[in-house]
C-alpha cells in the first residue's frame, strides 16, 4: 500500500531539503510520488493505477502520497501548481515529473524507462 508523507518523513523517505543543497534520493528503491489532494477527480483515477503498480511491482519500488493541502510546504517547494502531478525518482539521476491523470500504460513505461524496474 502507497505510504501518505508528511514533512518530516519526506526528509527522511526522499529528500532531506534542510540538510542538503542539491538533490540526494534518501530512498533504497526507485519511488513514485503522488501530489494530490481528496477532492481532485483526476487524482482519485490515478490512485487505484498506483496501486496496481505496487503490487506487481513488490519490492522494487515504492509508492508515496502528498496531500498537497495538508503539506502546503512540500508542495510549494516542488511549486505544485495542477494536480495530479507524480514524480517518478530513480535510484541515481533527477527526478522526472508529469502533470495529470496518466493512463495506466504511461505508468507502465515512466517505470520501465524512467525508474529501471523490470
Wanted: charge should be negative; charged fraction near 30%; proline fraction near 7%.
Amino acid at each position: 500500500m502507497s505510504v501518505h508523507l508528511t514533512k518530516e518523513s519526506f526528509k527522511s523517505k526522499v529528500f532531506d531539503f534542510e540538510k542538503q543543497k542539491t538533490w540526494k534520493f534518501e530512498g533504497d528503491k526507485p519511488a513514485i510520488i503522488d501530489f494530490y489532494a481528496d477532492w481532485c477527480g483526476p487524482c482519485k483515477t490515478v490512485a487505484p493505477i498506483l496501486e496496481e503498480l505496487l503490487k506487481k511491482y513488490e519490492g522494487k519500488l515504492e509508492v508515496y502520497k502528498i496531500n498537497t493541502e495538508e503539506e502546503p510546504e512540500l508542495s510549494a517547494m516542488f511549486e505544485i501548481r495542477s494536480i495530479p502531478t507524480l514524480f517518478f525518482i530513480p535510484l541515481e539521476g533527477e527526478p522526472q515529473f508529469a502533470l495529470g491523470a496518466l493512463p495506466k500504460s504511461a505508468f507502465e513505461k515512466a517505470v520501465k524507462d524512467v525508474l529501471k524496474v523490470e
